[in-house]
């Protein structure tokens, strides 16, 4: 339930920012800008425009992002930040989140039965759950997610995906340590009446279909809806790896006047398809999607040994933007309701696991504007979950597991302040205190005894801490810039049923980069280099005990766990109808004192015994990887066009696992993907076609040991189908 007290004081900051700037409501302000396509002229092209502009493009244009929590250029953003539209992914048959993150350098995705994680520069999670967040922290219009789940959610009606590398500590906050993924969804337009209708059809019975509609309810009110279905057959000979969501979300969006700008959403979510699933390894000649038939497992819960996934999630969120004159005050309120249940076989066991969740935020912002030399953001934030009544049952070993009470509360105040000391010289210093309170308390029993006396544990716990910021960034052309900076961020502590409370995970970084442009705006090219130092990093990995029970324990990692790489982004219009784009990253990366022991008399493959991790590298981190695209647009005399599109991914190999064993190794690989499509002269339809994975290459993204065996998941594997777009109206 919300916190009075922090709710009133959020009511009172406004009013007295209201107070304070109300004299600023008698000058003419320009309307707040949206997350609707920009507008970049006829010679530019844009990552929100459609492909018909970028055929007619002679520049690259400006690209938006939010990355410093308002709108600015890309290339004017001393962040390292990449981002991808919302129609390149529905071209290129992209569906999910997931999908489109790891286009972007340095990310990689860990799938799993609870969700997938991403892992940005190696930092991420195995295990991203209650008391172990993820160290990439997803904003979904400007709101934190924290399951897996909804993060991997279809991509309705998405303007685009930003991904920030490196520590976001300050106007991000906690369990950003390792980056941040902003998810921004169209908002309604004004004095637009449209309708967009989006159907794919592909293989393995895909089938996705979109539909979005925008009305105008008068000069000042806009109301867009937007529905989406998407399925697909099991990847995996079983049926399992299969897809079946829908996703719908309405806006409202209210703007009496220019300074005053509010959005009203509302959006559900809901999964009903078998679920994840894996297969034996080695392959031994198999296919890597061909799995052993699930009803042929172990009679541990017969009859009802039926793989599920069932997700429903609810969400309703405000968004109030004032133009106050000298400042803008920006309020974001969230409530979500979240029900994940899932019974699956997942690494030799029987798993059913209920997952409820309740959640309220608050984020208050108020942020200079005008062009003075010294420019000022400052906010609150207040966040509060409620998971319990969860219930996690491995019939194989009969343990059940009740979480009792979990609460996971958090406040905070940050500022970031910005000086021009000179027209191209700017530095940047921010701050933010954080207050986190977590109470969780579970029952480690059975099936016949769920709740017994012995076996309740848990932890009450506050923690207190600090992120700070310094950068400096200097233009040293009207097109090219150099930033630096230093900077801070830390994960909430917790509880782990099995090894207890934890310590909150703090790195300090150090990051040092330039954006440029040359030959008339034609040719892109950003660079960065970065350092980072871990304290306490937490580490989640299962835990093999000599009955053959597996549980997932959490430790601190004491030592200096550290990541160093480089990376470069390239964007090359070097005709007017060809275009070649690509990034290069090279990243290094060593825990500190990270041993895990295990007691296990049988030894391997069951279980690995005294693991000494010191100075191996962090899993899910190839040391190197690159992307390479290129694109040509054939104009024709009609108006109309074909976007040629080819693109590939490499990566060097690497252990995707923390145990270096046989089966954890993945391979260095390339996947290569195309697509064509044809946009009509008058730009109100078009058809694509697409295929992703073109040599069916197995990406290997899990492994654990099952008994004799180990037990492995692959990324997608080639799949292919058309897109067709149109505007009814």
Not at 185 to 211: F, H, I, K
Not at 249 to 275: C, F, I, M, T, W
């Amino acid at each position: 339930m919300r916190s009075l007290p922090a709710r009133r004081s959020i009511c009172v900051s406004i009013w007295l920012a209201c107070s304070l700037c109300t004299p600023a409501f008698a000058q003419s302000s320009p309307p707040a800008p949206g997350n609707g396509p920009a507008t970049n002229g006829s010679d530019a092209t844009d990552s929100n425009n459609s492909g018909k502009d970028r055929a007619q493009a002679k520049t690259l244009g400006v690209v938006t992002v939010t990355a410093e929590k308002k709108e600015t250029d890309l290339q004017k953003t001393p962040v390292t930040v990449s981002t991808v539209d919302g129609e390149t992914m529905t071209q290129q048959g992209i569906t999910t989140v997931t999908q489109a993150a790891v286009l972007m350098p340095g990310v990689e995705l860990q799938n799993a039965n609870s969700g997938p994680s991403f892992y940005i520069r190696g930092i991420g999670t195995k295990v991203a759950a209650f008391g172990s967040p993820s160290p990439i922290a997803t904003y979904i219009d400007g709101v934190y997610q924290a399951e897996p789940p909804v993060i991997a959610g279809s991509m309705l009606d998405v303007n685009r995906v930003e991904v920030l590398r490196g520590p976001q500590g300050t106007i991000y906050g906690r369990n950003a340590t390792g980056g941040a993924v902003n998810i921004v969804t169209n908002d309604p337009q004004l004095n637009e009446l449209s309708d967009q209708l989006t159907v794919g059809l592909g293989n393995y019975n895909s089938v996705q279909a979109t539909n979005v509609l925008n009305l105008p309810l008068s000069d000042w009110a806009a109301l867009r809806v937007a529905v989406d279905k998407d399925r697909h057959s099991g990847y995996l000979t079983n049926g399992l790896d299969d897809a079946d969501q829908t996703n719908g979300r309405v806006k409202l969006l209210l703007q009496p006047s220019d300074n005053l700008r509010v959005v009203l959403s509302a959006a559900e979510y809901h999964q009903d398809n078998l679920g994840t699933g894996n297969v034996t390894i080695p392959l031994d000649g198999r296919g890597a999607w061909t799995a052993e038939p699930y009803n042929t497992a172990d009679a541990s819960c017969s009859p009802n040994c039926q793989p599920y996934n069932h997700l429903t999630d609810k969400e309703y969120t405000g968004q109030l933007d004032w133009d106050l004159g000298p400042a803008k005050l920006t309020y974001i309120i969230n409530h979500q309701d979240y029900l994940y249940t899932y019974q699956q076989q997942f690494s030799g066991l029987w798993e059913y696991k209920t997952s409820p969740r309740s959640q309220d935020s608050d984020e208050l912002r108020l942020a200079s504007t005008g062009d003075g030399w010294f420019h000022w953001l400052t906010g609150l934030y207040y966040f509060d979950a409620n998971t319990g009544g969860g219930i996690d049952h491995i019939y194989t070993f009969d343990s059940v597991q009740t979480t009792n009470v979990a609460t996971d509360r958090s406040k905070a105040a940050f500022g970031q302040l910005t000086f021009d000391l000179a027209d191209t010289v700017h530095l940047t210093t921010g701050l933010r205190y954080t207050h986190d309170a977590v109470r969780q308390w579970d029952y480690i029993g059975t099936s016949e005894d769920p709740t017994p006396a012995s076996g309740l544990s848990g932890i009450a716990a506050n923690f207190h801490y600090w992120s700070y910021k310094v950068g400096l960034d200097w233009s040293y052309t009207p097109s090219g810039m150099l930033y630096t900076d230093y900077s801070t961020a830390s994960s909430e502590g917790g509880s782990n049923p099995y090894t207890g409370p934890y310590a909150p995970e703090h790195i300090r970084a150090f990051e040092i980069g330039s954006k440029n442009r040359w030959l008339d705006d034609r040719l892109q090219l950003n660079s960065a280099a970065y350092y980072y130092w871990y304290t306490n990093y937490q580490l989640s990995y299962p835990h093999y005990l000599s009955d053959g029970d597996i549980n997932v324990y959490t430790t601190d990692v004491s030592g200096t766990t550290t990541v160093a790489g480089l990376e470069s982004e390239l964007d090359y219009l070097f005709t007017p109808t060809d275009r070649l784009g690509g990034w290069i990253n090279y990243n290094h990366t060593s825990f500190g004192e990270a041993s895990i022991t295990e007691n296990c008399p049988v030894g391997p493959p069951t279980c690995l015994v005294d693991i000494n991790l010191k100075g191996e590298p962090l899993p899910q981190a190839p040391k190197r990887s690159a992307s390479l695209s290129y694109e040509h647009y054939f104009n024709f005399g009609d108006g109309s066009n074909i976007t040629a599109h080819f693109d590939g991914k490499y990566k060097s190999g690497s252990f995707i696992d923390i145990y270096h064993f046989e089966g954890s190794y993945a391979a260095g690989a390339t996947v290569w993907n195309a697509r064509l499509t044809y946009y009509s002269a008058d730009n109100k339809w078009s058809l694509g076609a697409y295929i992703n994975n073109i040599s069916n290459k197995a990406l290997l993204q899990q492994s654990n040991p099952a008994g004799p065996a180990f037990k492995a998941m692959f990324g997608d594997p080639r799949t292919f189908g058309v897109v067709f777009n149109i505007k009814l109206f």
